[in-house]
């Protein structure tokens, strides 16, 4: 599809589209979820009515131009082409179509941001994605992703003056107690995940009160973001249902553990039949291309977290020993560098995982702008240096300084000076798209400066 076909031409009788309509009037769907995530991280989205479903497939749902310069605050951002004047359409991808177990007679679908004309909007979090895949993929590759994502489980309770989130379960971490206090909750989420196409990998209680991670199998670069949002999407779901919150924000309580969404990545060739990051024959058992691309990482992870962990309450979690990362390295099973090869469960399945990255990002331009960094490091075969084998922080400065090894930003704002100081990524966004996410980024990071705790955390498990 091109960036200038139209929106008319995306035709119901497609097979796809055909599919949703006899899905959704077997399956007696009376309201379908037109999805799509915003540069505060937050999943928004309007729905369409089975009646008239037919159409909305072709047409999309009209939405103003401004709900992306929306900060999670709902705090609207001055900024040039995101006013009042001006519409887009949600257009959805049939292929993501999914009935809601936690919301019976519902169903949704991510959709693509498109101009009346049926351009692709400037400012579409998914043609960003899919546009660098398909810079990859110019290059004769293919990127397998998975967002791995962990979540505290508890009770909404009134405070004074703001609610609180209240653990369901003080566990240890691993611990069987914990299995036993969250057992109903994970059964019917393992459960509505994969009637909705995910696969289930593993599960268990991690360390923090009440904190949850459950991993599903890796996929295709834009299905995997669009995983990413069908998880979290569920995860709330699911426990609305049951009378429980549950919250992936990455700092939810302020003395627990908190919550990342670790990025797996490999990378295979074209047709998707060779991991291309394995080679057995190295220490580590990773390719050439595998060390470049995680030169490509480390060389623009200053800038990248402003997108993996794009929020304030994010930074809380990205702190030296807290197994979440805060400097710029790697290192085989290493869990305090940036980037961990993760050691291979079977011969050629290594994968490296980006450890600062949490849910509260939206995912297809945290994921677009990891493919970009990775290509710059291919394209100009940058040297990672060598691997950490020990936790960064007990080396001295002068040891870091060796390694070339450099503490991540402390703040949102120290990030995003960071990304605006990156010409890559920063063209890779283009002008109206940076122009927004800076302005969004920027307001909240103002907005929770001027509160005090209690309100940056019930904002921050009350939206993600």
């Not at 401004?66 to 040039?80: F, G, I, K, S």
């Amino acid at each position: 599809m091109t960036d200038r076909q139209r929106v008319t031409e995306i035709k119901p009788l497609d097979p796809a589209a055909r599919r949703v309509l006899e899905r959704s009037e077997i399956e007696g769907i009376e309201l379908i979820r037109f999805l799509y995530a915003d540069h505060g991280g937050v999943i928004r989205g309007k729905a369409a009515s089975r009646s008239r479903l037919a159409q909305r497939l072709g047409t999309g749902i009209g939405h103003t131009v401004a709900m992306m310069a929306m900060n999670m605050l709902d705090r609207l951002q001055p900024v040039a082409g995101m006013g009042p004047v001006g519409e887009i359409r949600l257009v959805p991808d049939p292929s993501t179509f999914v009935p809601l177990p936690y919301a019976p007679g519902s169903a949704s679908m991510l959709c693509d941001m498109r101009l009346p004309d049926g351009a692709l909007w400037d400012a579409c979090p998914r043609a960003f994605l899919r546009r660098a895949a398909e810079s990859l993929a110019g290059a004769g590759y293919t990127l397998m992703a998975a967002f791995e994502p962990e979540f505290t489980l508890g009770r909404r309770l009134p405070g004074d003056p703001l609610d609180r989130l209240a653990p369901i379960d003080d566990s240890l971490c691993y611990a069987t107690t914990g299995f036993n206090a969250a057992h109903d909750y994970t059964s019917a989420l393992v459960k509505a995940l994969e009637a909705q196409g995910l696969r289930v990998e593993h599960y268990h209680p991690d360390l923090g009160h009440g904190q949850q991670e459950l991993s599903i199998r890796h996929a295709p670069a834009l299905r995997a973001a669009d995983n990413q949002v069908i998880y979290r999407e569920t995860v709330r779901g699911v426990a609305l249902r049951m009378s429980m919150w549950a919250s992936l924000a990455p700092k939810p309580i302020a003395d627990q553990a908190g919550n990342g969404a670790h990025l797996h990545l490999s990378l295979w060739d074209r047709e998707g039949r060779d991991n291309l990051f394995a080679d057995e024959a190295d220490p580590n058992g990773l390719s050439e291309i595998g060390y470049r691309f995680i030169g490509g990482l480390l060389a623009h992870l200053p800038a990248l977290v402003a997108l993996t962990c794009g929020t304030v309450n994010g930074f809380r979690r990205l702190a030296p020993r807290m197994w979440s990362s805060a400097y710029t390295c790697y290192g085989l099973d290493n869990r305090e560098a940036a980037v961990r090869i993760c050691s291979p469960l079977s011969p050629g399945s290594v994968n490296l995982e980006l450890k600062p990255s949490d849910s509260s990002a939206n995912p297809y331009l945290a994921l677009g702008a990891v493919i970009h960094a990775g290509l710059d490091g291919l394209r100009r075969g940058l040297d990672p240096g060598e691997a950490v084998g020990v936790d960064p922080d007990t080396l001295s400065a002068a040891e870091r300084a060796r390694l070339g090894v450099h503490r991540l930003p402390a703040t949102l704002g120290e990030a995003l000076a960071a990304l605006e100081a990156d010409e890559l990524l920063m063209e890779a966004l283009g002008p109206l798209r940076r122009d927004a996410y800076l302005a969004v980024k920027r307001s909240e990071a103002a907005a929770f400066a001027a509160e005090d705790q209690a309100f940056e955390l019930y904002h921050h498990f009350r939206a993600f």
